[in-house]
């Protein structure tokens, strides 16, 4: 089975634009989870989607926000870039039910300038 | 909100050696997940190993195992006959039995092995 995949896998971005990230999950995963890394923040988490619904949110403001299709491609969108924006962002995908792990993609790595 | 404490941002082990991985969590919770995660410099994230909360057993995988201290709220990582190839940044995380899948993560410990 192929893993998860995101792309792209490097990105630069000027303040004040917009970044749509990509997460294609593991096939038959219906899960997606994103999460932001930072040296000063650490792994936070973002958001997740199951079933093309958003089931958690973490604590980051509405210009981060995200979607999920039918196929569970999942898709992240920040908006009004801002330096600190600045970060790995990881997708990790599962099957759906709480006892099933997750699986990590390589990340995007955003540098916003 | 739960929180996880990793107190060691950096830890050193010679190779075929034991090294013991500290990490602390804070939580009202009786049903959760705990997990340690691997994350080497390639940057994709591998589970080492997972404990339910309400098996008492520690998990172990392989050369890699857990001591779970319920009451005490910790769970080390203890990684047996250390290789090179297990340098990388250690994560402690934790997740609550009904929240789907949002970790939370701890800060962080990085292993180096040396020859």
């Known amino acids: 089975k192929a893993g998860v995949t995101q792309t792209p896998r490097y990105l630069i971005k000027t303040r004040g634009q917009q970044v749509t990230l990509s997460c294609s999950p593991i096939?038959?995963?219906?899960?997606v989870s994103w999460y932001q890394q930072t040296p000063g923040q650490g792994l936070q988490f973002l958001f997740e989607?199951?079933?093309?619904?958003?089931?958690n949110k973490g604590n980051f403001p509405g210009r981060f926000s995200g979607r999920q299709f039918s196929n569970s491609r999942s898709e992240m969108n920040v908006s009004t870039l801002e330096l600190g924006d600045s970060a790995l962002y990881l997708c990790?995908?599962?099957?759906?039910?709480?006892?099933?792990?997750?699986?990590f993609g390589p990340g995007t790595r955003l540098t916003v300038t | 909100a739960q929180t996880v404490t990793q107190s060691q941002p950096e830890m050193s082990v010679q190779e075929a050696e034991t090294v013991t991985l500290s990490c602390t969590y804070d939580?009202?919770?009786?049903?959760?997940?705990l997990f340690w995660y691997k994350q080497p410099p390639s940057r994709q994230m591998i589970l080492v190993i997972r404990?339910?909360?309400?098996?008492?057993q520690n998990a172990t995988e392989n050369r890699f195992s857990v001591n779970f201290q319920k009451a005490a709220k910790s769970f080390s990582l203890k990684i047996s006959d250390s290789q090179l190839g297990d340098a990388a940044m250690y994560f402690c995380?934790?997740?609550?039995?009904?929240?789907?899948?949002?970790?939370?993560f701890g800060k962080g410990t990085s292993l180096l092995v040396t020859p």
């Open positions: 939580t009202s919770e009786s049903d959760y997940y």
């Open positions: 989607y199951f079933s093309e619904t958003q089931r």
């Open positions: 995380a934790y997740r609550r039995e009904d929240s789907g899948y949002a970790l939370n």
């Open positions: 404990q339910e909360a309400y098996k008492q």
């Open positions: 096939s038959g995963h219906r899960s």
């Open positions: 990790a995908s599962s099957q759906g039910q709480s006892s099933y792990e997750q699986y």
